[in-house]
T-cell receptor, first 114, second 117 residues
Framework: EAQVTQNPRYLITVTGKKLTVTCSQN?????MSWYRQDPGLGLRQIYY???????DKGDVPEGYKVSRKEKRNFPLILESPSPNQTSLYFC?????????????FGEGSRLTVL | AQTVTQSQPEMSVQEAETVTLSCTYD???????LFWYKQPPSRQMILVIR??????QNATENRFSVNFQKAAKSFSLKISDSQLGDTAMYFC??????????????FGPGTSLSVIP
């Protein structure tokens, strides 16, 4: 089944404890991206990647890191989480060769930082 | 910088009636896509409809259609024959693209639509 898989789906952590949210897609998509969703603000893009070893900042990259060592994986790293990073996070991917721009989303990861 | 605005935080519609959700955007780019995504209570993000900026013809998908006014930078979504399953948050989104890549994606703040039986 074609899908974008995120883990963990739910996480409660404490300030300063490094964490990684994994994202994997099995559709051979070139484009992968991370978003955070907060009430009243919609989804805001954190980082995106068009290819292996190529990453670009979205609108809210501060406090986050990403890597794209393999085409299928795009982990989101919070080196020192803070309470203002409490949010719902989505990973999404897209196939450039289809020329549609359609994003395929994971199911979301609810992160709480205490 | 691109921005996407949805001026209606909440809307409601009677089942079987028609409703229009508004979206305006600001960009100086020529090559871009516009989308409406739906997020039901399950929180899964689902594509409703998409529009390519260079196409003048408005996109339609069954009960969903858009009114794309490129000069006015407006991209509204019309839902006909509203169904209970249409109850969801709706996000308007903009994606810039080039010949060899996709670029940033900008989402609006969302419109919460309730379909009333």
């Amino acid at each position: 089944e074609a899908q974008v898989t995120q883990n963990p789906r739910y996480l409660i952590t404490v300030t300063g404890k490094k964490l990684t949210v994994t994202c994997s897609q099995n559709m051979n998509h070139e484009y992968m991206s991370w978003y955070r969703q907060d009430p009243g603000l919609g989804l805001r893009q954190i980082y995106y990647s068009m290819n292996v070893e190529v990453t670009d900042k979205g609108d809210v990259p501060e406090g986050y890191k990403v890597s794209r060592k393999e085409k299928r994986n795009f982990p989101l790293i919070l080196e020192s989480p803070s309470p203002n990073q409490t949010s719902l996070y989505f990973c999404a991917s897209s196939l450039f060769s289809r020329n549609t721009g359609e994003l395929f989303f994971g199911e979301g990861s609810r992160l709480t930082v205490l | 910088a691109q921005t996407v605005t949805q001026s209606q935080p909440e809307m409601s519609v009677q089942e079987a009636e028609t409703v229009t959700l508004s979206c305006t955007y600001d960009t100086s780019e020529n090559n871009y896509y516009l989308f409406w995504y739906k997020q039901p209570p399950s929180r899964q993000m689902i594509l409703v409809i998409r529009q390519e900026a260079y196409k003048q013809q408005n996109a339609t998908e069954n009960r969903f259609s858009v009114n794309f006014q490129k000069a006015a930078k407006s991209f509204s979504l019309k839902i006909s024959d509203s169904q209970l399953g249409d109850t969801a948050m709706y996000f308007c989104a903009f994606m810039k693209h080039g010949k060899t890549s996709y670029d940033k994606v900008i989402f609006g703040p969302g419109t919460s639509l309730s379909v009333i039986p």
